[in-house]
């Protein structure tokens, strides 16, 4: 299994090199205009800039702004969405009153509904929070239910034939049973949110990763562009691995039988 892994992580690794050494290649032949796509030496000499400075902030602010807001959204979502999806997921009543409401914005752009949540909550970071909270709130509440549904019955029942209480069910069966899909559930939530950040950070926001790049584009600085989405990719990767890292310390279970 660990060679296994081993080979996997050499083959990530081949193919962002190749990645790499393509974009250099076609960057220092001409292949593609410099102006759409700035060659690996621009973006590095972007990136040491904005270390120290890009408009009044450096890279560090920007990104520490951003991640304030995201984390604040995802944490108010998933104290939130968890306890109403696994609620949800028993009553059936209770999933009849929210699933109607979650099912129509979840599909929706962000932008369609931020200027109502700007006119509401003004053009602060209030707003802003609000949207990330709805793209992060969806995808926990919809893995909540979908696990509750899914509990094995026999397990349950088994559980009820020993003598167990119904709160002694959920802690001991159907909550071990829903942690593996609640965290993918998390794990795409913050992701969604993540991707909703640049939409977030576009009214009234003069600091931000986010925006960051909008501002850059405007500037047809797309060398700054690139160092945006390669710092957002990256940060990206991070939280990922370290939600893994705590669903495999507090999940052991998740993915076996």
């Given at each position: 299994?660990?060679?296994?892994?081993?080979?996997?992580?050499?083959?990530?690794?081949?193919?962002?090199?190749?990645?790499?050494?393509?974009?250099?290649?076609?960057?220092?032949?001409?292949?593609?205009?410099?102006?759409?796509?700035?060659?690996?030496?621009?973006?590095?000499?972007?990136?040491?800039?904005?270390?120290?400075d890009?408009?009044?902030?450096?890279?560090?602010?920007?990104?520490?702004?951003?991640?304030q807001?995201?984390?604040?959204?995802?944490?108010?979502?998933?104290?939130?969405?968890?306890?109403?999806?696994?609620?949800?997921?028993?009553?059936?009543?209770?999933?009849?009153?929210?699933?109607?409401?979650?099912?129509?914005?979840?599909?929706?752009?962000?932008?369609?509904?931020?200027?109502?949540?700007?006119?509401a909550?003004?053009?602060?970071?209030?707003?802003?929070?609000?949207?990330?909270?709805?793209?992060?709130?969806?995808?926990?509440?919809?893995?909540?239910?979908?696990?509750?549904?899914?509990?094995?019955?026999?397990?349950?029942?088994?559980?009820?034939?020993?003598?167990?209480?119904?709160?002694?069910?959920?802690?001991?069966?159907?909550?071990?049973?829903?942690?593996?899909?609640?965290?993918?559930?998390?794990?795409?939530?913050?992701?969604?949110?993540?991707?909703?950040?640049?939409?977030?950070?576009?009214?009234?926001a003069?600091?931000?990763?986010?925006?960051?790049?909008?501002?850059?584009?405007n500037?047809?600085?797309?060398?700054?562009?690139?160092?945006?989405?390669?710092?957002?990719?990256?940060?990206?990767?991070?939280?990922?691995?370290?939600?893994?890292?705590?669903?495999?310390?507090?999940?052991?279970?998740?993915?076996?039988?």
């Open positions: 299994m660990k060679k296994k892994l081993s080979g996997n992580k050499v083959i990530s690794v081949v193919v962002v090199v190749l990645i790499l050494a393509l974009w250099y290649v076609a960057t220092k032949l001409g292949w593609v205009d410099k102006k759409l796509i700035p060659s690996p030496h621009e973006v590095w000499a972007a990136f040491l800039s904005v270390c120290i890009y408009k009044g902030h450096s890279l560090l602010q920007h990104l520490g702004v951003s991640m807001r995201l984390f604040l959204a995802f944490g108010l979502a998933v104290v939130t969405a968890v306890p109403l999806g696994l609620l949800s997921g028993f009553s059936e009543k209770v999933r009849a009153a929210f699933e109607p409401i979650i099912e129509f914005y979840r599909p929706l752009p962000p932008l369609a509904y931020y200027t109502l949540l700007v006119l909550l003004g053009i602060d970071n209030a707003s802003k929070i609000a949207l990330l909270y709805l793209a992060c709130f969806a995808p926990i509440y919809v893995s909540c239910v979908s696990a509750v549904v899914r509990v094995n019955r026999d397990h349950i029942n088994s559980a009820y034939t020993l003598g167990a209480s119904k709160t002694q069910v959920f802690f001991s069966v159907i909550f071990p049973s829903c942690l593996p899909d609640m965290f993918t559930g998390i794990r795409t939530s913050i992701g969604v949110g993540y991707s909703t950040l640049v939409a977030a950070e576009m009214v009234a003069n600091v931000g990763i986010g925006w960051m790049v909008l501002d850059a584009k500037w047809l600085r797309n060398d700054i562009v690139f160092v945006g989405i390669i710092v957002m990719g990256v940060t990206g990767i991070l939280m990922n691995v370290v939600l893994n890292l705590v669903e495999k310390k507090f999940v052991p279970w998740s993915g076996k039988a």
